[in-house]
């Protein structure tokens, strides 16, 4: 793994678009046409269709809302500081904890008796209650709006 790529391009799509969307005042919404737009002005490569599936994941998660008609668009879930990244990544990247890591099938044929994994699950653990400490509200503080 390279620094810089631990987070997934569908995880950071993701903060990033709640991050835009929280920028907003209340009750003003965010059309997915001006996150694609603020999202390209980051990187002029971001695909629209991509984005799309993961606002529609996220809507689905509930993080985001989606307000149906000619005005609609998006708007936060719930409050910035009740959504954090560990939200983000347990919906955007099927966080499972109970999992053993060390095997392909779906039960862990040593549960219980392999040291590794207990410490690998304690380090998952560990992992995401970090994450659970950074909510969108803090990060969209340092969110550039200029498109």
Known sequence: ?????????????????????????????????????????????????????????????????SHRGVAGGYSLGRAASAITLRDVVELLEGVDTGRCSLSLEDKCPVVGRCAIQRKLSRLEEDYLKSLAGVTIAELSK?????I
Request: hydrophobic content about 45%; charged content about 15%; proline content about 4%.
């Open 1 to 65: 793994m390279a620094i810089g790529q631990f987070f997934s391009q569908r995880f950071s799509y993701g903060v990033h678009a709640l991050a835009y969307v929280a920028t907003k005042p209340a009750g003003e919404l965010t059309t997915l046409p001006e996150l694609a737009e603020w999202t390209r002005s980051l990187w002029p490569a971001a695909s629209e269709t991509y984005l799309s599936n993961i606002v529609q994941q996220m809507t689905r998660g509930r993080l985001l809302r």
């Open 142 to 146: 340092a969110v550039v709006v200029k």
